[in-house]
């Protein structure tokens, strides 16, 4: 089996994108029901900034989008004020859940992208299980009315922290090949441990040109009707074991909930809606 070294600025970059998904889960298991649609629009649009100022500072604007949402929940003075906060930080958990694996994967070597880009899902998860814990300690604080404000404005913290380690990391290799910055490509791509960095840049600059080649052709034709070749050698290869993940990501995050998440222990929705003043 072939030695797998990771270089520390490949690590700490996927360590920092990676963070990108411990915001997503936190974020999204304070009060899910409030950025869903947001989340799915952020995802739409994250492309745009992505491809305008990069991968990595799109992640900034996110981390922006992060800390805007949980100060303003945290001092909401009206359900207005508090709906509109929590669709930006949709906007940020969306954005972050495409832009933070696209910029793992372009920033890895080949022979470990499947590996760092899951590190991406699995923080998804921590994200949750941390925000149940949170929400558990302010529960135990006794906050009183105001209780949903801090469970809702801690998430600024991480978000200000995820802002910050951002300044550390280097750019996308591809991103820069597309904007014409080939010299700083091939530093960054010296930087993560690329052993044929030379070649890598050629492949990028190939897969760049046939991508601009095939930009005008349509999406809902013959040739795209079915999966590729490459589709089923994955699954093949894959097995079972991306279900047996998920499926146990999934049982754990259930269990937390009913065992430990203090506001599934006989808390109606109308106590809730109390508890936020919604009428």
Known sequence: MRKINLNPVLMKSTVVAGLGGLLFGFDTAVISGTTAARTVIGSMLAGFPGEKIGRRDSLRLMAVLYML?????????RWPSL??????????????????????????????????VGAFQFNIVFGILLAYFSNYVIGLRNFGASEWRWELGITAAPAALFFLILFGIPRSPRWLVKVGRVAEARRVLQLTGEENYERELQDIIESIRAEREQAGEALFTR???????TFPLTAATAGGYPFVFFSTMM?????????????????????MQKQLAVS
Do not use: D, N
């Open 69 to 77: 949402s949980g100060l303003g929940c945290a001092f909401a003075w």
């Open 251 to 271: 049982l754990v995050q259930f269990f937390v909930v009913l065992f430990i998440y203090p506001e599934t222990k006989g808390v109606t929705l109308e106590q």
């Open 83 to 116: 709906v509109g906060f929590r669709f930006l930080g949709g906007l940020g958990i969306g954005g972050s859940s495409v832009i933070g694996p696209m910029y793992t994967a372009e920033i890895s070597p080949a022979r470990l992208r499947g590996r760092l």
């Open 223 to 229: 040739a795209h009707l079915f999966p590729s070749e």
